[in-house]
């Protein structure tokens, strides 16, 4: 039998695809593992979205996304996350493990729409909508011993 799949953001497996084309420094041991058995399932939002790498930075200003020169970017980011949405119908997935901090991926902090590096608590538009939609959704400092509890 299959063994239940698990969506993970793309750029915390290593793979080139944040704003700034730099790669995420992280511990990606646990990811990589479940990589090799099969079971998940990567994504960029922003990217499966229709945005480049590189790409102007945004941060979510109320109901909208926008990038540091102003350009309303609300339609990409919105597409990115129900492609997100789509992989996790198709396959029956349950868990995401999801870039913290990030207007897409972030399940807990996003920063405040005033490109002046302060956070504030709140959610990614791919992940808030992948909630909704009843996935448990994590970031890459929790414990995923327990998000993979879930599965
Ligand atoms: Fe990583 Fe998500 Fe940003 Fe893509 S949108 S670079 S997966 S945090």
Redesign the pocket.
């Given at each position: 039998m299959d063994q239940n799949k698990i969506l993970v953001?793309?750029?915390?497996l290593g793979e080139r695809?944040?704003?700034d084309g730099k790669i995420?420094l992280h511990d990606n041991g646990v990811l990589k593992k479940l990589q090799k058995e099969g079971r998940v399932i990567s994504?960029?939002?922003?990217?499966e979205g229709g945005l480049s790498v590189p790409r102007d930075p945004a941060e979510i200003v109320g109901d909208k996304v926008i990038t540091t020169n102003k350009k309303d970017v609300t339609k990409e980011f919105y597409k990115?996350a129900l492609v997100a949405l789509e992989l996790v119908k198709k396959y029956g997935i349950k868990v995401a493990i999801?870039?913290s901090n990030?207007p897409?991926?972030?399940c807990k902090f996003v920063y405040d729409g005033t490109f002046s590096k302060k956070l504030i608590k709140g959610k990614?538009v791919?992940a808030k909508l992948l909630q909704e939609n009843g996935v448990k959704v994590f970031d890459e400092r929790d414990d995923l011993g327990v998000a993979l509890a879930y599965l």
């Open positions: 953001s793309a750029c915390l695809v944040r704003y995420v994504i960029c939002p922003e990217v990115g999801l870039k990030s897409s991926c972030s990614g791919c």
